[in-house]
C-alpha cells in the first residue's frame, strides 16, 4: 500500500510543479505534463517499469475524453460535418499513410512493415490538439473546425486498423514467439466473448453491442438518471456518470471493439440530454487528471539508452514523419479551401503522431507485425513529436498568427456568434417567462434547474433545459459561463440565490447578473451580493392588479396608468435611500426602528405625490398633461409674429 | 461667435428598419460639440422625464428635431415630448421665456418625392408648409426658426445611393450650426434649409 502511495505522490508532485510552470512560460500543460514524466522518468529514475501498467490505465483518460468530445457533438452536427469527416479524414489518414509507406518501402522495409508503419504514422493525437484546442481558444476556428474533424475520423479509423493489422504478421515473428507466449495468449481470450465466432456471429455482435449502446443511451440513460437525481446525492450521480463510461467501455472491449468508439456514440446519443452539463462537469475532472497521467507516462516512457543510441537518426525521423505529414495536411487545406491562418493552425497542430500510435505499436508487437527494436526507435519518434508539438503551438501563436492578424479583422467578427448566450439558472414559473422572451427573440439560452421533473416538462415543449445545480461552479464552466453575456438567476431559495449571484461576481466581475427577488429584504440582500439588475417577483403584478382595482372604481384607464407610473418611480427613488438605511441599521438581517419610519415616511411621500393633482393642485412630480392656468391666453401680445419676428426681441 | 451647443432629438419607432435615419443620427453622434438623445431608448414607455428634458434644452443653444416624417408630422414621441416638455412658465406665458433666441430646426426625411410636396402634387402642401406648427411652436416659445433640412424619397435612397451625400451635408450642417455661421434670417428665406446648405456651399462658407 505504501509503495502506491509514494508513487501516487511522486505523479502528482511532479504534475502539480511542472504544469503551472509550463503554463506560465506559455508551452501549455501538454508539454508540461510531459516534462514532468520526463523529470521524475528517465532523468530522476523516481518511477520505473510500472509506468507502461500506468500507462494502459492512463488511456482511459482518451476514453472518457472521447466521450466528453461526442457530449457536445449532437447527432445533427455529426451529419452535417459528413463531409469534412470522410473527405478531409479519409484522405489526411490515406495520403499520410501511404506517404509514409513510401519512404518506409524506399528503406528497404517490407511491404507489411511499410504499412503498418504507415498506418501508426497518420494517426495525430487528439488528446494534445484537442486540450491545446480548448486551452488556446481555437476550438470554433476554421483550422480548428477541420482539424477535429480529421481527429474524429482518425479515433474511428483506429478501430479497422486494430482489425487489420494482424492480417499482416510476419510468419518468422509469429514462430518465434508461439513458443513463448502461448499462455499468456490463452489468459487474454478469457476476457473476450468473440474469440472463437465465426466471421458472421462476430458482425451481428458488434452490431447488437453498438445497438445497446445507442438504444441503452437513449433509451434506459434517462429514467436512470431521473431516478438517481431525485436521490438528490451528488456522489451518486458522479458513480452513475463514471458507471456509464466504464460499462460501455467493458462492452466494447469484450467484443473486441475500441472502447473509445463506444463512449463517443454513447456522448453522441447523451448530446441531446438535459443531462449533458451534468454529465460533463462530473466526467471532466477525471479526464483531465487521467490524461495529465497519460502524458506523464509518455515522458517517463522515454528510454534515454535507445535516444541516445540512435539520437540522431531518431531526430531525423521525427522531423521527416512531421514535415511528410504537415505537407500532405497543406496540400488537403488547398484542395479543400481552408485559407490563411487556419492553413496552417490545420498543418502545423496535426504533424504530430498520436497517443493511437502508441496502442498501434503495442498492438504491433503482440501480434507480430513488427520487430521489437524497430518498434522501440518508432516509439520514440512517436513521443519525441509529441514533444515537439507545443513548440508547434507556440510557432503558430508568436509567429503566424500575427501576420494574418492585420488583414483577418472581418472573420473575428463572425466567430463571437456564439457568444451572447444568456444562462438561465432556475426554470421554474419565474425562469420559464424569461427563457420563452429570449428565445423568442432568436437569443442562445442555456437553462439550469436542479429538480429533473422540471426539466422534463420543459424539454417536452422543445426548450433547451439541462438538469444540474446551478450552485457548483464546474456546471456552471460546462454551461459556458466564461462565454456568456449575462447570467438570469431565478432560482427558488433565496439563501442559494444570494450565494450564486456572490459566486458569480466575485469570479466574473464582468458578468452581468439579473436576479429575481422575492421581496423587499431579500432584494436588499441580493443587491449586496453585487447582482446588477433586481425585480421583486410579485412587484409589477401586484401594480397591475391594483390598477386594475382603480379602473374598476371608475378611474380612467390612461388616469390609473400615468399614477402606475408615478408610484414606480418613487417607489424606485424610495427603495435606494431605504437600501442605504437598510445597511446602515443591521447587517441585513432583521428592520430595525430607523428603517421602520424611515419606511413610512416613504410611504407617506408617494401617497401625497399621487394625490396632489387630484386637488387641483400644481403636483411636483405629476405634471403630464397638466393644462395652463385658465386665461393664461389673455397675456399673449399680437405682436408675437411667426419664425423670423421673435429674433427682434432683445 | 463662441461654440454653440446643439442637441440632437431623434425620434424612429423601427430604428432597427431605419435605412436614412440612423445613419444620419449616428453621423451626428460624430460631431464635436453635438449632443445626440435617441427618444425611444430613453423613454421606451413614452413616459418622458420632464426635469430631465427640460434640463437638457437648458443647456444647448440650438434644438434639432431629427425623424422621419409620419403622417404628414414628427412620430408620436416627438408630440408627447412637446406636450410634456414645453410647460407653461417654462416654454410660454409670460414667465416662460426658458427657450428665447434658441435655434429650432427639423432634420427629416420623406417617402414621397420633391414633386409630391408642391400644391400641384399629390401631397398638396410644402414639407416648410406642413410644418407650421412646429414653425409656430418655435414662434411662441420665442425660439429662431430655421426650415427644415429634408431628404425625399426616402424609400429608395439606399439604392439609389443619395444616403453618403445626405449624410455629408448634415455633418456639414451640423458643424455650421456648432461654429454659428448659419444666419438665421437669411436661412429662414429658403423653403428648405438644403437650398440655403448650397449657397453657402457654393460661395465656400462651409
Known amino acids: ?650 | 461667435m463662441s461654440s454653440q451647443r446643439v442637441l440632437v432629438l431623434y425620434a424612429h419607432p423601427a430604428n432597427h428598419r431605419s435605412e436614412v435615419n440612423l445613419p444620419l443620427y449616428e453621423a451626428a453622434c460624430q460631431v464635436p460639440g453635438v449632443t445626440c438623445i435617441d427618444l425611444y431608448y430613453q423613454y421606451p414607455t413614452l413616459n418622458i422625464d420632464i426635469d430631465r428634458e427640460q434640463q437638457r434644452l437648458l443647456e444647448h443653444d440650438v434644438v434639432v428635431f431629427q425623424f422621419p416624417m409620419y403622417w404628414y408630422s414628427t412620430p408620436a414621441i416627438l408630440k408627447e415630448w412637446q406636450d410634456l416638455v414645453l410647460e407653461y412658465g417654462f416654454a410660454y406665458g409670460t414667465q416662460g421665456t426658458k427657450l428665447n433666441d434658441k435655434l429650432f430646426l427639423c432634420a427629416l426625411t420623406a417617402g414621397g418625392h420633391e414633386d409630391a410636396y408642391q400644391t400641384q402634387g399629390y401631397n398638396h402642401f410644402t414639407v416648410r408648409e406642413l410644418m407650421y406648427p412646429l414653425e409656430q411652436m418655435a414662434a411662441l416659445t420665442g425660439m429662431r426658426y430655421l426650415p427644415p433640412f429634408a431628404l425625399f424619397g426616402a424609400r429608395t435612397a439606399l439604392e439609389e445611393e443619395r444616403i453618403g451625400a445626405h449624410v455629408t451635408r448634415w455633418q456639414q450642417l451640423l458643424k455650421a450650426l456648432v461654429d454659428g455661421k448659419i444666419n438665421q434670417r437669411k436661412a429662414y428665406k429658403a423653403e428648405k434649409l438644403n437650398h440655403y446648405l448650397s449657397e453657402l456651399d457654393a460661395a465656400g462658407d462651409l
Open chain 1, 1 to 650: 500500500m505504501t509503495i502506491y502511495f509514494l508513487q501516487a505522490f511522486i505523479y502528482l508532485v511532479a504534475a502539480v510543479i511542472a504544469v503551472p510552470v509550463a503554463k506560465r512560460l506559455g508551452l501549455g500543460s501538454v508539454l508540461g505534463y510531459l516534462i514532468a514524466g520526463v523529470i521524475i522518468g528517465p532523468v530522476a529514475g523516481l518511477v520505473g517499469d510500472e509506468t507502461t501498467t500506468i500507462q494502459h490505465f492512463a488511456e482511459f483518460g482518451v476514453v472518457m475524453m472521447l466521450f466528453l468530445v461526442g457530449l457536445e457533438l449532437e447527432p445533427k452536427m455529426l451529419w452535417a460535418m459528413r463531409n469534412r469527416l470522410m473527405g478531409l479524414g479519409g484522405l489526411q489518414v490515406v495520403g499520410s499513410a501511404a506517404a509514409v509507406m513510401a519512404i518506409a518501402l524506399a528503406f528497404g522495409q517490407p511491404v507489411s512493415i511499410a504499412l503498418t508503419i504507415g498506418l501508426i504514422f497518420a494517426l495525430s493525437s487528439t488528446a494534445i490538439v484537442l486540450q491545446t484546442f480548448n486551452e488556446k481558444g481555437l476550438t470554433k476556428t476554421e483550422g480548428g473546425k477541420n482539424a477535429f474533424s480529421v481527429l474524429l475520423f482518425q479515433d474511428i479509423a483506429v478501430i479497422p486498423m486494430l482489425a487489420f493489422i494482424p492480417l499482416l504478421a510476419l510468419p518468422e515473428l509469429v514462430e518465434k514467439a508461439q513458443q513463448a507466449v502461448g499462455n499468456a495468449a490463452e489468459h487474454h481470450e478469457e476476457f473476450s466473448l468473440v474469440a472463437h465466432l465465426p466471421g458472421w456471429a462476430y458482425g451481428l455482435v458488434i452490431l447488437a453491442s453498438i445497438a445497446v449502446v445507442v438504444a441503452g443511451g437513449h433509451y434506459l440513460s434517462r429514467p436512470l438518471f431521473r431516478f438517481v437525481a431525485s436521490s438528490g446525492l451528488r456522489e451518486i450521480f458522479t458513480a452513475t456518470a463514471l458507471m456509464l463510461v466504464v460499462g460501455i467501455a467493458a462492452l466494447m472491449s469484450l467484443v473486441g471493439l475500441s472502447p473509445a468508439l463506444g463512449t463517443f456514440l454513447a456522448g453522441v446519443v447523451l448530446a441531446n440530454s438535459e443531462f449533458r452539463h451534468e454529465l460533463e462537469s462530473n466526467i471532466d475532472p477525471f479526464k483531465g487528471l487521467l490524461l495529465g497521467l497519460f502524458f506523464i507516462t509518455v515522458g517517463a516512457g522515454i528510454d534515454f539508452g535507445i535516444l541516445s543510441e540512435q539520437l540522431i537518426v531518431i531526430i531525423l525521423l521525427t522531423l521527416g514523419v512531421m514535415l511528410l505529414k504537415a505537407l500532405v495536411l497543406l496540400a488537403l487545406s488547398f484542395i479543400f479551401g481552408i485559407k490563411g491562418s487556419d492553413r496552417w493552425l490545420f498543418a502545423l497542430s496535426l504533424a504530430q503522431a498520436g497517443e493511437f500510435g502508441f496502442v498501434l505499436l503495442s498492438f504491433s508487437m503482440q501480434q507480430h507485425v513488427l520487430p521489437l527494436e524497430l518498434a522501440q526507435t518508432l516509439s520514440l519518434v512517436v513521443a519525441l513529436s509529441m514533444f515537439l508539438t507545443p513548440g508547434l503551438f507556440i510557432l503558430f501563436d508568436k509567429v503566424i498568427l500575427p501576420k494574418f492578424e492585420a488583414n483577418s479583422n472581418e472573420r473575428e467578427a463572425d466567430t463571437i456568434e456564439e457568444k451572447g448566450t444568456v444562462i438561465i439558472a432556475g426554470i421554474g414559473r419565474f425562469g420559464q417567462i424569461i427563457n420563452r422572451l429570449l428565445v423568442a427573440n432568436g437569443i442562445h439560452t442555456v437553462v439550469l434547474d436542479h429538480q429533473a421533473d422540471q426539466v422534463d416538462a420543459l424539454r417536452r415543449y422543445g426548450a433547451k433545459a439541462y438538469f444540474g445545480d446551478a450552485l457548483r461552479p464546474e456546471l456552471l464552466h460546462t454551461a459556458g459561463v466564461e462565454e456568456a453575456a449575462m447570467v438570469v438567476v431565478a432560482i427558488d431559495s433565496r439563501e442559494s440565490s444570494i450565494e450564486l449571484v456572490k459566486y458569480l461576481k466575485h469570479t466574473y466581475p464582468h458578468l452581468k447578473v439579473l436576479a429575481r427577488a422575492f421581496d423587499r429584504g431579500h432584494g436588499y440582500l441580493l443587491r449586496s451580493a453585487g447582482a446588477d439588475y433586481i425585480e421583486s417577483e410579485t412587484y409589477h403584478s401586484a401594480l397591475q392588479v391594483g390598477g386594475q382595482a382603480l379602473r374598476e372604481l371608475g378611474f380612467h384607464p390612461f388616469f390609473v396608468e400615468k399614477q402606475i407610473n408615478i408610484y414606480h418611480e418613487l417607489d424606485d427613488k424610495a427603495s435606494d435611500v431605504l437600501y442605504h438605511a437598510w445597511q446602515d441599521d443591521s447587517e441585513g438581517e432583521r428592520f430595525d426602528n430607523n428603517y421602520r419610519q424611515l419606511f413610512m415616511d416613504l410611504e407617506d411621500n408617494i401617497k401625497s405625490a399621487v394625490q396632489q393633482d387630484r386637488f387641483g393642485k400644481f403636483a411636483s412630480t405629476d405634471r403630464h398633461w397638466t393644462p395652463p392656468p385658465k386665461g393664461y391666453a389673455d397675456d399673449f401680445d399680437d405682436d408675437n409674429e411667426a419664425g423670423a419676428g421673435s429674433t427682434e426681441k432683445t
